[in-house]
């Protein structure tokens, strides 16, 4: 489907904070402003990972974070960590543009292959994943334990 305003992608920035805040709320995430800005500063500063924004009209209308990884049990592969489209930009290419993106950059540097995680529910999602040619190849469960905080407890480790 052709976008009915033509997108328009770049690189995120500090100030691109709030709106990464409501995409993120469009997805179902809850951050504060200072939290939102505190993750995009530890991922803007991390190698081999970055941030797009896509606009619509001057307004940001999606999100993309992709990043290199490098594992012993898969093959080194780029990674879509998010993908967010606003809801009021949904059905109108700006996904499509944002997952183009993603594997441009993957292809510039050397990857032969682009994978993304997406939740269970998130069926759309699916469906338009397998749209681009994508296609299922596992599942898991993910799990999470709390760390004490460190002897810095304010400063957070970096990846």
Same mark, same amino acid.
């Given at each position: 489907?052709?976008?009915?305003?033509?997108?328009?992608?770049?690189?995120?920035?500090?100030?691109?904070?709030?709106?990464?805040?409501?995409?993120?709320?469009?997805?179902?995430?809850?951050?504060?402003?200072?939290?939102?800005?505190?993750?995009?500063?530890?991922?803007?500063?991390?190698?081999?990972?970055?941030?797009?924004?896509?606009?619509?009209?001057?307004? &940001?209308?999606?999100?993309?974070?992709?990043?290199?990884?490098?594992?012993?049990?898969?093959?080194?592969?780029?990674?879509?960590?998010?993908?967010?489209?606003? &809801?009021?930009?949904?059905?109108?290419?700006?996904?499509?543009?944002?997952?183009? &993106?993603?594997?441009?950059?993957?292809?510039?540097?050397?990857?032969?292959?682009?994978?993304?995680?997406?939740?269970?529910?998130?069926?759309?999602?699916?469906?338009?994943?397998?749209?681009?040619?994508?296609?299922?190849?596992?599942?898991?469960?993910?799990?999470?334990?709390?760390?004490?905080?460190?002897?810095?407890?304010?400063?957070? &480790?970096?990846?």
């Amino acid at each position: 489907m052709p976008t009915e305003n033509p997108t328009r992608l770049r690189r995120a920035r500090s100030d691109d904070a709030a709106a990464i805040r409501q995409l993120l709320h469009d997805l179902g995430y809850e951050l504060s402003l200072e939290e939102t800005s505190r993750r995009f500063a530890i991922v803007s500063k991390a190698a081999g990972h970055s941030v797009f924004i896509a606009e619509c009209d001057g307004e &940001a209308a999606g999100l993309l974070h992709v990043y290199a990884r490098a594992a012993l049990e898969k093959p080194p592969e780029a990674v879509v960590e998010a993908l967010v489209v606003g &809801a009021r930009f949904r059905r109108r290419g700006v996904g499509r543009d944002l997952m183009a &993106a993603a594997e441009e950059w993957a292809s510039r540097r050397g990857y032969d292959s682009l994978s993304l995680y997406s939740g269970v529910r998130r069926e759309d999602a699916h469906a338009f994943y397998r749209s681009l040619g994508y296609r299922l190849v596992g599942t898991s469960h993910s799990f999470r334990r709390a760390l004490a905080p460190g002897p810095a407890a304010g400063e957070r &480790a970096q990846p």
